[in-house]
């Protein structure tokens, strides 16, 4: 839009100057060769765009890998429903949008062939530092999804807190699946209960690096970075964490 803008600019700046050069003859030529000098430097800045477009970077394969299993196992349960998904994350101030772009876009591109499952992304209204400490209520759950009563599973990106069975966006809770990047156990409870299906938890002692350096097919990269807690294990892992 800017690059049109400009062009449109330049051009009219050109035309001007011919109309000004039958009263002004040296400032109507300034004004044409002006255009004209736009004219060059915008066409040359779309050229240089078309051919050296500016490299893209690649998405974080530690953070790609979790939004890709919770999404499968999210299909593993809902993928003949229809109606809401909804995806919980910190607010912006704990986890930036690129960030939470790899999370969501990972987790929707899974879920591309199901159009009756429509993705809503939510931002959880916390202050800065309960939210950096993983210290996110319930009701701030209720806030984000008051809009939303036809949820078919909730997703959570930070966390959730160790009341969340009183979670409910219409006449049921929901399932919850659940990454949660501060490794506590406040799932367990809720776990086996049936509310929440699955955690992912960062592994303990392992630290994923920068994100260049992850690489691998991604099982491979989730085993070395994560474990996943299910029903028929979440006492195990909880056992892992707390002898972290």
Do not use: H
Not at 4 to 15: D, N, S
Not at 22 to 48: D, P
Not at 96 to 104: K, L
Request: net charge positive.
């Amino acid at each position: 839009m800017t690059y049109y803008l400009t062009l449109g600019t330049v051009l009219a700046v050109a035309a001007a100057g011919i109309w000004v050069r039958r009263r002004f003859s040296f400032l109507g030529q300034m004004m044409i060769l002006a255009g004209c000098l736009g004219c060059v430097v915008c066409l040359g800045w779309q050229m240089r765009q078309s051919l050296f477009p500016p490299d893209a970077r690649e998405p974080n394969r530690g953070q790609a890998v979790v939004g890709y299993f919770l999404a499968n196992q999210v299909l593993g349960e809902t993928g003949g429903a229809e109606g809401d998904i909804l995806l919980f994350f910190p607010p912006a101030a704990v986890m930036n949008e690129e960030t939470v772009g790899t999370y969501a876009g990972t987790f929707k591109r899974v879920l591309r062939g199901f159009p009756r499952l429509s993705v809503q992304v939510l931002s959880l209204e916390v202050p800065k530092k309960a939210a950096g400490m993983g210290q996110i209520p319930l009701d701030a759950f209720r806030q984000a999804a008051s809009s939303f009563t036809s949820a078919v599973a909730c997703v959570s990106f930070a966390g959730v807190p160790a009341n969340i069975q009183s979670f409910s966006t219409g006449q049921a809770v929901p399932p919850f699946f659940v990454f949660d990047p501060w490794s506590t156990t406040n799932w367990l409870a809720a776990m086996k209960s049936g509310v929440v299906r699955s955690v992912i938890i960062p592994r303990p002692g392992t630290r994923s690096g920068p994100a260049e350096a992850i690489a691998g097919e991604p099982t491979e990269v989730f085993e070395r970075l994560y474990l996943m807690a299910t029903r028929s294990n979440a006492d195990e892992v909880a056992r892992q964490l707390a002898n972290k």
